[in-house]
Nanobody, 115 residues
């Protein structure tokens, strides 16, 4: 059974930083592409960052240069380092993985950027 658990969210002032973590189980972690997504209040969920099994990364344009996705294949974790946070980064952040044609999601961790 695939299980994803996010942590690390919280309240931060504009310009601040947070590091999100997602721990995965039930998959052969090292072979999968992993995603961080977010859902802002009143908006649809969107892909923020992606890391492939080889470590190649892609980012949504608005977070390019501020967010960094990374992975630890020993501890089955994927991270999202978020710097220079802006109020528009506020939302619930979810990690996800696609396995055998189905996308699995964690429950999310909330991030609020506000002064």
């Amino acid at each position: 059974q695939v299980h994803l658990v996010e942590s690390g969210g919280g309240l931060v002032q504009p310009g601040g930083s947070l590091r999100l973590s997602c721990t995965a189980s039930g998959i052969t972690f090292k072979i999968h592409t992993l995603d961080w997504n977010r859902q802002a209040p009143g908006k649809q969920r969107e892909l923020v960052a992606r890391i492939s099994s080889t470590g190649a990364t892609t980012y949504e344009e608005s977070v390019q240069g501020r967010f960094t996705i990374s992975r630890d294949n020993v501890w089955n974790k994927v991270f999202l380092q978020m710097n220079n946070l802006k109020p528009e980064d506020t939302g619930v952040y979810y990690c996800s993985v696609n396995r055998t044609g189905r996308t699995y999601w964690g429950r999310g961790t909330p991030v609020t950027v506000s002064s």
